[in-house]
């Protein structure tokens, strides 16, 4: 099993920042990525970006590309997810997974934190 906490969401007007954080714990020797999703009122999750754990690499929804970076610190199994220039459209609950050692979809997941962005 791994264990995730995310925190940092918060009420921001429209093009402001945002810095959310996510911690694993448990079984994280089997982390292969963490990727970040959101889920606003009424909608399908979606996908957000991800970073592979052993070598960093990134990937975005083009729908946050530009705006959003992803980053991590290796050792201390945290990741962030840096929003800049956030629009009301990017109000939802935003969760952090992880895709495990011999797994292809994201089998853990935190429990979520909102972030309202205000017009």
């Known amino acids: 099993q791994v264990h995730l906490v995310e925190s940092g969401g918060g009420l921001v007007q429209a093009g402001g920042s945002l810095r959310l954080s996510c911690v694993a714990s448990g079984r994280t020797a089997s982390v292969v990525a963490m990727g970040w999703f959101r889920q606003a009122p009424g909608k399908e999750r979606e996908f957000v970006g991800r970073?592979?754990?052993?070598?960093?690499?990134?990937y975005y929804a083009d729908s946050v590309k530009g705006r959003f970076t992803i980053s991590r610190e290796k050792v201390q199994y945290k990741v962030y997810l840096q929003m800049n220039n956030l629009q009301p459209e990017d109000t939802a609950v935003y969760y952090c997974g992880v895709v495990a050692l011999g797994r292809t979809d994201y089998d853990y997941w935190g429990q979520g934190t909102q972030v309202t962005v205000s017009s």
């Open positions: 970073i592979r754990w052993s070598g960093g690499e990134t």
